[in-house]
Protein backbone atom coordinates (compact mmCIF):
# COMPACT_ATOMS: atom_id res chain seq x y z
CA UNK A 1 0.00 0.00 0.00
CA UNK A 2 1.50 3.46 -0.74
CA UNK A 3 2.28 5.93 1.90
CA UNK A 4 2.57 9.27 1.38
CA UNK A 5 4.26 11.72 4.62
CA UNK A 6 4.13 15.27 4.15
CA UNK A 7 7.44 17.40 6.19
CA UNK A 8 8.66 20.87 6.84
CA UNK A 9 5.28 22.67 7.88
CA UNK A 10 5.40 25.32 10.82
CA UNK A 11 4.97 28.87 11.52
CA UNK A 12 6.61 31.75 9.58
CA UNK A 13 6.48 35.49 9.26
CA UNK A 14 5.29 37.10 5.82
CA UNK A 15 7.88 37.06 3.53
CA UNK A 16 9.96 34.39 4.97
CA UNK A 17 10.25 30.30 2.94
CA UNK A 18 9.56 26.72 4.32
CA UNK A 19 10.30 23.52 2.32
CA UNK A 20 7.94 20.74 2.49
CA UNK A 21 9.20 17.54 1.26
CA UNK A 22 6.68 14.72 0.42
CA UNK A 23 7.90 11.20 0.85
CA UNK A 24 6.48 8.44 -0.80
CA UNK A 25 7.11 4.47 0.60
CA UNK A 26 5.32 0.99 -0.71
CA UNK A 27 5.59 2.09 -4.76
CA UNK A 28 8.43 0.79 -6.47
CA UNK A 29 10.69 3.69 -7.91
CA UNK A 30 9.54 2.62 -11.42
CA UNK A 31 6.01 3.54 -10.33
CA UNK A 32 7.04 5.97 -8.71
CA UNK A 33 9.14 8.12 -11.64
CA UNK A 34 6.11 7.89 -13.72
CA UNK A 35 3.39 9.15 -11.34
CA UNK A 36 2.26 12.66 -11.35
CA UNK A 37 2.79 14.10 -8.42
CA UNK A 38 0.95 17.26 -6.78
CA UNK A 39 0.75 19.69 -3.71
CA UNK A 40 -2.26 20.63 -2.40
CA UNK A 41 -3.43 22.96 -0.08
CA UNK A 42 -7.02 23.26 2.21
CA UNK A 43 -7.54 26.40 4.72
CA UNK A 44 -10.80 26.18 6.76
CA UNK A 45 -13.73 26.46 5.09
CA UNK A 46 -12.50 26.71 1.64
CA UNK A 47 -12.00 23.66 -0.67
CA UNK A 48 -8.76 21.32 -1.04
CA UNK A 49 -7.08 23.72 -3.95
CA UNK A 50 -4.05 22.45 -6.39
CA UNK A 51 -0.76 24.01 -5.71
CA UNK A 52 1.80 22.42 -8.00
CA UNK A 53 1.80 19.11 -9.85
CA UNK A 54 5.11 17.55 -11.36
CA UNK A 55 5.07 14.60 -13.97
CA UNK A 56 7.56 11.94 -13.81
CA UNK A 57 9.12 13.67 -16.88
CA UNK A 58 9.51 16.88 -14.61
CA UNK A 59 7.05 19.21 -16.83
CA UNK A 60 4.87 21.07 -13.39
CA UNK A 61 2.23 23.60 -13.38
CA UNK A 62 1.38 26.02 -10.82
CA UNK A 63 -1.72 27.69 -9.28
CA UNK A 64 -1.55 31.21 -10.72
CA UNK A 65 -1.36 32.42 -7.02
CA UNK A 66 2.05 30.89 -6.82
CA UNK A 67 4.06 31.12 -9.32
CA UNK A 68 7.26 32.49 -9.07
CA UNK A 69 6.86 32.13 -5.50
CA UNK A 70 6.81 28.32 -5.19
CA UNK A 71 8.82 25.43 -6.75
CA UNK A 72 8.05 21.81 -7.35
CA UNK A 73 10.59 19.36 -7.70
CA UNK A 74 11.23 15.54 -7.00
CA UNK A 75 14.03 13.01 -6.56
CA UNK A 76 12.88 9.75 -8.26
CA UNK A 77 15.68 7.81 -7.12
CA UNK A 78 14.71 8.86 -3.29
CA UNK A 79 11.14 9.12 -4.13
CA UNK A 80 10.89 12.63 -2.59
CA UNK A 81 8.79 15.40 -3.41
CA UNK A 82 9.79 18.71 -2.65
CA UNK A 83 7.71 22.44 -2.34
CA UNK A 84 9.86 25.71 -1.74
CA UNK A 85 7.85 28.32 -0.88
CA UNK A 86 9.35 31.85 -0.85
CA UNK A 87 8.06 35.18 0.14
CA UNK A 88 4.90 33.33 1.79
CA UNK A 89 1.81 35.14 2.00
CA UNK A 90 -0.67 35.31 5.48
CA UNK A 91 -3.43 34.13 2.59
CA UNK A 92 -0.82 30.80 2.11
CA UNK A 93 -2.02 29.71 5.48
CA UNK A 94 -3.42 26.21 5.16
CA UNK A 95 -2.86 22.00 5.58
CA UNK A 96 -0.77 21.01 2.68
CA UNK A 97 -1.28 17.73 1.06
CA UNK A 98 0.75 15.45 -1.04
CA UNK A 99 -1.01 13.53 -4.17
CA UNK A 100 0.30 11.02 -5.64
CA UNK A 101 -1.70 9.71 -9.04
CA UNK A 102 -0.30 6.27 -10.29
CA UNK A 103 -0.92 3.44 -12.40
CA UNK A 104 -4.55 3.19 -13.72
CA UNK A 105 -4.74 7.39 -12.16
CA UNK A 106 -4.69 5.77 -8.99
CA UNK A 107 -4.87 7.90 -6.10
CA UNK A 108 -2.85 8.62 -2.89
CA UNK A 109 -2.96 11.21 -0.60
CA UNK A 110 -0.95 12.10 2.84
CA UNK A 111 -2.29 13.13 5.65
CA UNK A 112 -0.92 16.73 5.37
CA UNK A 113 0.97 19.57 6.97
CA UNK A 114 0.05 22.78 8.53
CA UNK A 115 1.60 26.08 7.35
CA UNK A 116 1.24 28.99 9.26
CA UNK A 117 2.03 32.30 7.60
CA UNK A 118 1.84 35.40 10.44
CA UNK A 119 1.45 38.98 9.18
Known amino acids: QVQLVESGGGLVQAGGSLRLSCAASGASGSIFSISIMGWYRQAPGNERELVAT???????NYADSVKGRFTISRDNTKKLVHLQMNSLKPEDTAVYYC??????????WGQGTQVTVSS
Open 99 to 108: KMTGVFRREY
Open 54 to 60: ITGGGST
